[in-house]
T-cell receptor, first 117, second 114 residues
Framework: AQKVTQTQTSISVVEKTTVTMDCVYETRDSSYFLFWYKQTASGEIVFLIRQDSYKKENATVGHYSLNFQKPKSSIGLIITATQIEDSAVYFCAMREVITGNTGKLIFGLGTTLQVQP | NAGVIQTPRHKVTGKGQEATLWCEPISGHSAVFWYRQTIVQGLEFLTYFRNQAPIDDSGMPKERFSAQMPNQSHSTLKIQSTQPQDSAVYLC????????????FGPGTRLLVL
């Protein structure tokens, strides 16, 4: 069954520190895509970073990076040098590549990050 | 570049009324997705169009919900005889093509059914 689990409901950090958010997924597919989005206080959902399952190198975009551990079905999001404006809800999502042309994203329930001054 | 546009941003309907939600995908994107977000269920997939053709509606409630994409520049989600449990944020996303491409989300329509 397809499933994405984010076990951390909320995290609070002091700005300029590094935070890691966990995400584990379940899939029977050998090929899939993993995404992280953030939802701001206004409700806007913003794409941050993605990892394609066939790529061994961890993706990095700006101060976001991923810790992809395929044998553990795990895709952690690492934010370095956190800023107040990083406070948001972070969603992990998976899209499988199977026959049937489905493009749907399966989301975790999210982790609320609060960055304190 | 304009992102995904959704209108209205907020809609209040009475129980039993019809609600139509509009989505304009990013120009040049051929795939459009609809999702629903609630506190209890989180983000749930509803339906997906590619090149205006319906591809996957596995998440759509079988009754009262329908979606269309009459042209490449807009899609609609229609809910007939709205019920309080339909209250949610309805999100539209688009991607360049299909499965392998990143989806970009619109601001959502917050639907409240009284």
């Amino acid at each position: 069954a397809q499933k994405v689990t984010q076990t951390q409901t909320s995290i609070s950090v002091v700005e300029k520190t590094t935070v890691t958010m966990d995400c584990v997924y379940e899939t029977r597919d050998s090929s899939y895509f993993l995404f992280w989005y953030k939802q701001t206080a206004s409700g806007e959902i913003v794409f941050l970073i993605r990892q394609d399952s066939y790529k061994k190198e961890n993706a990095t975009v700006g101060h976001y990076s991923l810790n992809f551990q395929k044998p553990k079905s795990s895709i952690g999001l690492i934010i370095t040098a956190t800023q107040i404006e990083d406070s948001a809800v972070y969603f992990c999502a998976m899209r499988e590549v199977i026959t049937g042309n489905t493009g749907k994203l399966i989301f975790g329930l999210g982790t609320t990050l609060q960055v304190q001054p | 570049n304009a992102g995904v546009i959704q209108t209205p941003r907020h809609k209040v309907t009475g129980k039993g009324q019809e609600a139509t939600l509009w989505c304009e995908p990013i120009s040049g994107h051929s795939a459009v997705f609809w999702y629903r977000q609630t506190i209890v269920q989180g983000l749930e997939f509803l339906t997906y169009f590619r090149n205006q053709a319906p591809i996957d509606d596995s998440g759509m409630p079988k009754e009262r919900f329908s979606a269309q994409m009459p042209n490449q520049s807009h899609s609609t989600l229609k809910i007939q005889s709205t019920q309080p449990q339909d209250s949610a944020v309805y999100l539209c996303a688009s991607s360049l093509r299909g499965v392998q491409d990143t989806q970009y989300f619109g601001p959502g329509t917050r639907l409240l059914v009284l």
